[in-house]
């Protein structure tokens, strides 16, 4: 008795690996590691955007620079179509917290992919104690938020004169 042939076909196995190995320095910043995640979460879900949960419902986070000179600390925050009215920022002890919201806007066609960041932003983070609150001077230009904190006398750095014997 002979067995009936099957027509059945089983894909090559490719010897290329499915992703290709990471570069040096890719996973630098543990930073990043939310936004790589989204990011291959949509191209895994394909072209027609992401669900809710990652988009609008969520809370994210900017990237931030904080630079200390001796005078003040200077944060860069990218929050690109935010408006001045939707950000607030707030100095509570010596923690700074920076929210807002940048609004979905009405479109007139059919959103076919949607990478750009929209909802609820948040960021927080704690600064040394000797810190100005009363000072604090922030600035919204071409979607970034620069925040400038000066220190307080007893925060700055004095220098002193050597004396001899």
């Keep these: 008795m002979s067995q009936p042939a099957t027509s059945e076909r089983r894909p090559a196995v490719s010897a290329q690996p499915v992703h290709p190995p990471a570069q040096s320095g890719q996973w630098a910043s543990i930073e990043q590691v939310p936004e790589r995640i989204r990011r291959m979460l949509e ?58 919201e940048i609004k979905v806007r009405e479109r007139k066609g059919i959103v076919r992919r949607t990478t750009r960041r929209v909802g609820r932003f948040d960021y927080r983070v704690t600064l040394p104690n000797h810190v100005d609150p009363k000072k604090i001077d922030a600035k919204l230009n071409d979607g970034v938020l620069t925040v400038r904190i000066p220190k307080s006398q007893q925060g700055q750095r004095q220098r002193i004169e050597v004396k001899s014997g």
């Design 43 to 100: 191209q895994t879900l394909g072209s027609f955007g992401t669900p809710a949960l990652l988009t609008e419902a969520a809370t994210w986070t900017p990237l931030v620079d904080i630079e200390e000179e001796d005078d003040a600390y200077t944060l860069e925050a990218e929050v690109p179509g935010a408006k001045r009215e939707d950000i607030t920022i707030e100095m509570l002890g010596n923690e700074l917290s920076i929210s807002g």
